[in-house]
């Protein structure tokens, strides 16, 4: 027994105690391959899963190193069900590789008979390759070749990637670091990605993921595909690139519904990907208009499926993913896994914001409670309805209305789901819409004042939920949201995360009606937000109304 | 001794006899004497050792010696005896009778240590006499038979010239003349079993014409065809070739038991820490569970190899954990076949007051119930052919106490460190208990080891220091009076409140773990997380007012606003847990977690604070539980009698002899009691008696109706109380007796 920082449970959750001495030194040393599941104040709590496990061995970790940490930081016994777990999981990885061949091309190659015979029984496998060449080696053809690792990783023997990738046509990129430099764990971030090839790289928003992305653009000196979520932020992406690289203009072009430029780089929107004309996607064709030697995957979480279906095709050209979390509300993060390719970074949110890389933030739940006549609407709604019944509930405008006068010196994002709503509480504010249907030109403007601080409050749908750069917001309040969506919550959050130039805190604001279903869904998504470090307080309305709340100012 | 003068059957003896001349055999008389002639003592150790001849207690010493010469008494004391006692008797059985002490030393080696087997078996009254001449009961010829020994039959009567060939030259000469194989034939006989089987055999074979060692010697008379197609060495032959010694040169010492490695005395014991720890943790996990979705009993009482599969997972541990968890929860009470409406595995509501308690009074209340269980959970799953079941009937195994005892012993008389191996231990024990199964020892012995290590009685494959405390525990268990009190406990109390840990074992165990935390951290997700064992009073209490999320080493709860309306269903009120959270808690308390109670108590509307103490063994709505079952109780060999009934025992016995023992005459009938007062009284003074008071001290007159509906008076020292029968001393006629409850008129303190 010794004193160590951590514990290791039975259930193959691991206990970190933060205010532990070792704390930090453990953490370096359980990252590689333990999920970091919650970040509360006190105590962390790390997953050991399987997909950890072939994350780390994919780093290059062996089971050995994985027990000796766990023995070696762990305050109790640990379990030993749990080594023996570990090191059977461990031994799955590698067992099959996919590999060039000279005379056959991409073969798959095992050298344990049973496991080769095992997987080609599966009737998933079948259709995935081709001739058989011996004991140990079997064809694939090129174009399953994600497919393939997709498949293998279901049936728990993933394959180690070793068919290398194409290097597309060079491109000259470089940064031009002035005013600014590169920060450190951006630096690592992206060379660890450039060396392990493909991946994922998980950082909070505000931490500036759009760097990391034109570091590994720099590195690599390609042609580069950037597949990003909305026309907003790939404009963003677009005068990032301008500002911290040596692209140009004429490099650097627009995919989107309203632009088809094929450059050198190019910035498409997964919408235009993903419409279908007459029954395809037409756009699809994209990923080979160019010989690409990078794909960027912004907000990886969102990738939708088509793209996905398609990044399978298109395994040997180096893919990055950058997300702020892994957590995909469709439980599709082994898809993330096998096509995209293994974590290569990640960081807790906290640790970011201790060293002020990203804001520190106040979050509130304020609760207010249903007038009467409505309460009766609600309680008589049907299912369906009860949820924008609550969210959209008259009360929550007098409580809005009182936040933005008590922050009006700072500049106020006022998000909702419902745009009869926001409307409303546009115009009870005095400030201006930002929806799906404000045109692109409007809402740039927009928010060039919000940034200038010519406008102090604007009122934005969830069209805003993504990539959108307004640094010097410094509250954000939400009226309602998509039910409990936890990666919404996280990147509603990330809106005013941004560091602000004199260090103030950052305030986020839930407006949430009592003793309905808005109180659960919040409930659902505070419960991420506490789990990623950030404890919040629930306040009532009265509070707030009366200016009682004790912490607000 | 040279085998030309050891005193061996003579030419012309049919049996070893010794010479009816002897001068110094003196005839020790009956057993009957013998037993008349001992003191309360020795009187007091044979009872102890042979329960049986006090189950009833007979009316006088000639109806207990009567019963010490039964077949199926003597074979009880003979299953219990080592190898070189068994030995011993069994050659005692072939001697004539009376024999000396001088006449075994004739026939065996070892002389030192006869005078040791001959005690034993005196003190058992299996012989009988001092070392001039010494009886035995004739019933041990039938109990040591077919072989004792491994001798034969005696054939002289029929086959007159054995005598001729019964001596050491003349069989060496027919053995050497023989064909190849020969001595190996005979060397295979002499010890036992004496008869082979063989599929052809040509009974009619001539010296000449006999084809090899067996027909060989058949035609030469050193073996006799006993059957179509079996031959037997006869004991005449067998005698002289065993000379100087009638039992093989091993037998009268144990081995000491070979050891594999030494381990560092420290490293065990936190081993067998670590491994106690987890297996109390694992039992409470697995009930947990089994509590919210019971698996179902199979036709023969067990558990579904499906079920322990999934028992396996819950633990995260293989199959054979799971089947020795289940076994022990059940042994000790906390499992039991569920209610009658449904045929399903439950917790018993024991388990419940048993999670309450700390881990170590938990683990010592678990391992009491492995030392003492019939049940042998590592038979679970394989032996050949057939499956055995989890819970099922086929786990019982009646030996497996008195193995588990053994094997203690064993590995207690080593020196600290080392650990054992497996096989010698199974020599050992073998050794110990010659009369038993072989294999079913060998099977036992291991799996003792194997369930040792997990529970942790060793660790690292060596005694803990748990394990000395859970081998001495067994001299220190609860007396048969506590045991008939705690008996009588139960059925008042199903919940268990009662059943106390060895207090032995919990302060063996509790060194060996991890020091019990007292407090939690509470985080804004809501969670409270205990860092480490958790202190009794703090675990218990946090499950009713949260969900437990992850258990192991560390303790993960959340708070959510189910699981605190349901502890304000139960009586909590806000107050009260945030009182209870303030308290134990390193941090500040989260305060949406503070908004979520108070808020909850605004939903619920007021509670009726409750001013007792919350029942905290009262399950979870969502939980269920068997109807209260008392815990089973092994008891293979019934239960070995109580001082205080041995006492009356041997009293009655005496007074039996006493012709002219006067029964005392109660001076006036008591006066008619309400049968709720009788009760109350017996029980008053039975338990005087098990507070320590000698039952000669406590006296109670009670007025009985006998089954012809005849009353009388009767003065009674009691003994036990329970099932509706008072057991005690009667000092009217000067036996022990049972009196049913219902027939006591009247009753009354002290003598009348």
Not at chain 1, 86 to 103: F, I, N, Q, T
Not at chain 1, 364 to 372: A, F, G, K, M, Q
Not at chain 2, 468 to 475: H, P, Q
Request: a negative charge; charged letters at 25%; one cysteine or more.
């Amino acid at each position: 027994m010794t004193d160590g920082p951590l514990i290791v449970q039975s259930d193959k959750t691991l206990l970190l105690e933060i205010d532990h001495e070792l704390s930090a030194e453990a953490r370096r040393a359980i990252a590689p391959f333990a999920e970091l599941e919650r970040s509360p104040e006190h105590v962390h709590t790390y997953r050991i899963t399987p997909l950890g496990l072939w994350n780390a061995r994919a780093a290059g970790l062996d089971a050995e190193s994985v027990v000796d940490t766990l023995l070696k930081y762990s305050r109790y016994a640990v379990p030993h069900g749990l080594l023996v777990d570990v090191a059977e999981l461990m031994d799955r990885y590698g067992r099959l590789s996919l590999k060039k061949d000279p005379v056959h091309g991409l073969i798959l190659h095992c050298e344990d008979l049973p496991v080769l015979e095992e997987i080609l029984r599966s009737k998933r496998i079948q259709p995935l390759v081709g001739q058989r060449i011996d004991d140990q080696n079997i064809v694939v053809h090129p174009s399953e070749r994600g497919q393939l690792k997709q498949q293998l990783l279901k049936l728990g023997w993933p394959a180690e990637d070793y068919a290398g990738y194409v290097d597309g046509d060079a491109h000259a990129i470089e940064l031009v670091q002035k005013g600014w430099e590169l920060r450190g764990y951006q630096q690592i971030a992206s060379e660890s990605f450039v060396h392990g090839g493909s991946g994922v790289v998980v950082l909070p928003c505000g931490a500036g993921k759009t760097i990391v992305g034109a570091s590994a653009m720099a590195t690599l000196a390609t042609t580069t595909l950037i597949l990003v979520t909305n026309t907003v932020s790939a404009r963003q992406w677009r005068s990032e690139l301008l500002k911290r690289t040596t692209l140009t203009e004429d490099e650097i072009g627009e995919y989107s519904g309203s632009k088809k430029e094929i450059r050198p780089v190019t910035i498409a929107t997964y919408q235009v990907l993903t419409t279908k004309r007459k029954g395809v996607y037409a756009h699809l064709e994209l990923f080979d208009a160019k010989n690409w030697g990078l794909i960027i995957y912004d907000e990886v979480h969102l990738l939708p499926a088509p793209v996905f279906r398609f990044t399978a095709d298109i395994q040997s050209r180096r893919r990055l993913g950058l997300t702020a979390t892994l957590v995909r509300e469709d439980g599709r993060e082994d898809d993330v896994f096998s096509l995209i390719g293994p974590k290569r970074f990640d960081a807790p949110w906290k640790d970011m914001a201790d060293q002020g890389w990203i804001a520190p933030a106040d979050c509130v739940e304020v609760r207010v409670t249903l007038p009467e006549h409505e309460r009766l609407t609600y309680a008589t709604a049907e299912r369906e309805d009860k949820y924008r019944l609550a969210s959209t509930t008259l009360s929550k405008n007098t409580v809005v209305e009182t936040l933005v006068a008590k922050h009006s010196d700072d500049r106020v994002l006022v998000i909702g789901q419902y745009l009869d709503q926001l409307a409303e509480l546009g115009q009870h504010l005095g400030a201006p819409v930002v929806d799906g249907s404000t045109p692109i030109k409007e809402r740039e403007k927009l928010f060039e004042a919000f940034r200038s601080g010519d406008l102090k409050v604007l009122v934005v749908s969830k069209v805003a939920n993504f990539s959108l750069d307004l640094p010097e917001a410094g509250v954000a309040i939400q009226v309602s949201g998509s039910f409990g969506s936890r990666q919404e919550e996280a990147q509603r959050l990330g809106r005013v995360l941004r560091p602000k130039a004199d260090g103030r805190t950052a305030r986020f604001y839930a407006v949430v009606a009592r003793d309905t279903i808005d109180a659960d869904f919040a409930a659902h998504r505070q419960r991420f937000l506490a789990e990623q470090g950030y404890a919040y307080r629930i306040i009532d309305a009265a509070d707030v109304l009366s200016g009682k709340d004790p912490k607000a100012n | 001794m040279s085998p030309k003068t050891a005193a061996q059957p003579k030419e012309g003896k049919a049996k070893p006899e010794k010479k009816t001349t002897k001068p110094e055999a003196l005839d020790p008389g009956t057993l009957v004497d013998a037993l008349r002639q001992r003191d309360d003592h020795s009187m007091r150790l044979m009872l102890i050792q042979r329960p049986d001849l006090v189950h009833p207690v007979p009316t006088d010493i000639a109806k207990l010696a009567a019963r010490a010469a039964t077949n199926s008494s003597v074979t009880r004391v003979l299953d219990r005896l080592d190898a070189w006692t068994v030995g011993v008797s069994e050659v005692i059985s072939v001697l004539n009778e009376p024999f000396t002490k001088k006449d075994l030393e004739k026939v065996l080696n070892n002389n030192d240590k006869i005078g040791a087997a001959l005690e034993k078996l005196r003190l058992l009254a299996i012989i009988w006499g001092d070392d001039n001449g010494m009886r035995f009961v004739p019933v041990l010829k039938e109990v040591v038979a077919p072989h004792p020994a491994g001798f034969g039959p005696c054939f002289l009567h029929e086959r007159p010239d054995l005598a001729a060939i019964a001596n050491q030259e003349r069989i060496e000469e027919i053995v050497s003349k023989g064909p190849k194989g020969t001595q190996e034939v005979l060397n295979e006989l002499l010890w036992g079993p004496p008869v082979i089987t063989l599929s052809k055999l040509n009974r009619d074979a001539g010296i000449t014409s006999a084809k090899n060692g067996h027909e060989y010697l058949m035609a030469h008379g050193v073996l006799v065809a006993t059957a179509r197609d079996a031959l037997t060495l006869p004991r005449e032959i067998a005698l002289v070739m065993r000379t100087p010694s009638y039992l093989p040169e091993d037998i009268s010492n144990n081995k000491n038991i070979k050891t594999k490695a030494q381990r560092d005395p420290v490293q065990v014991d936190r081993a067998a820490g670590a491994a106690g720890l987890q297996f109390v943790q694992l039992v409470e996990e697995l009930l947990d569970n089994w509590g919210e979705t019971p698996p179902a009993v199979l036709r023969n009482g067990g558990l579904a190899q499906r079920d322990l599969t999934i028992a396996a997972k819950i633990c995260n541990d293989d199959e054979n954990i799971a089947a020795l968890l289940s076994e022990i929860a059940f042994s000790a009470g906390l499992l039991a076949a569920g209610d009658d409406k449904e045929q399903v595995w439950l917790p018993t509501p024991a388990f419940d007051v048993w999670r309450t308690k700390s881990v170590e009074e938990r683990w010592a209340i678990l391992a009491e119930a492995w030392l003492t269980t019939t049940r042998v959970a590592s038979l679970v799953g394989k032996v050949g052919e057939i499956r055995i079941n989890a819970l099922s009937p086929e786990v019982d195994k009646p030996l497996a106490p008195e193995i588990r005892s053994l094997v203690l012993d064993a590995l207690a008389a080593l020196e600290p460190g080392f650990e054992p191996d497996p096989e010698a231990v199974v020599e050992y024990v073998t050794w110990l208990r010659p009369r038993k199964n072989k294999e079913e020892i060998e099977t036992l012995v291991k799996a003792i080891l194997g369930e040792a290590n997990t529970i942790g009685i060793r660790g690292l494959g060596v005694l803990a220091t748990t394990g000395r405390a859970l081998g001495e525990m067994r001299y220190t268990m609860p007396s048969p009076e506590a045991r008939t009190a705690a008996a009588r406990a139960a059925v008042a109390d199903p919940k268990g409140y009662a059943v106390k840990p060895d207090q032995m074992l919990v302060s063996a165990i509790a060194p060996l773990l991890p020091d019990a935390i007292a407090t939690f951290v509470l985080q804004a997700d809501l969670t409270a997380v205990i860092p480490g064992p958790p202190a009794a009073e703090v675990a218990s209490e946090l499950r009713h007012m949260a969900y437990q999320e992850s258990r192991g080493a560390a303790q993960v709860f959340r708070f959510t606003e189910s699981s605190l309306q349901r502890a304000m269903e139960r009586g909590y009120t806000a107050e009260r847990i945030l009182e209870f959270l303030n308290k134990y808690t390193t941090t500040e308390v989260p305060q949406p977690l503070e908004y979520l109670i108070n808020d909850l108590v605004r939903k619920l509307g007021d509670i009726k604070p409750i001013d007792e103490p919350i029942d905290d063994t009262v399950p979870a709505p969502n939980e269920r539980r068997s109807p209260a079952r008392v815990r089973p109780r092994p008891a293979p060999e019934g239960a070995p009698p109580d001082a205080a009934l041995l006492d009356a025992a041997i009293k009655a016995l005496r007074a039996g002899e006493d012709p002219k023992a006067k029964p005392v005459t109660p001076a006036a009938a008591p006066n008619k009691t309400p049968a709720s007062k009788i009760a109350e009284l017996c029980r008053e003074v039975v338990d005087k008696v098990i507070s320590g008071s000698k039952p000669g001290d406590v006296c109670i007159t009670i007025t009985y109706v006998d089954t012809h509906g005849m009353s009388s008076n009767r003065i009674v020292e009691p003994i036990r109380f329970e099932g509706g029968l008072l057991t005690g001393f009667d000092l009217t006629d000067s036996r022990i007796r049972d009196y049913a409850i219902s027939r006591i008129a009247g009753a009354e303190k002290g003598k009348k």
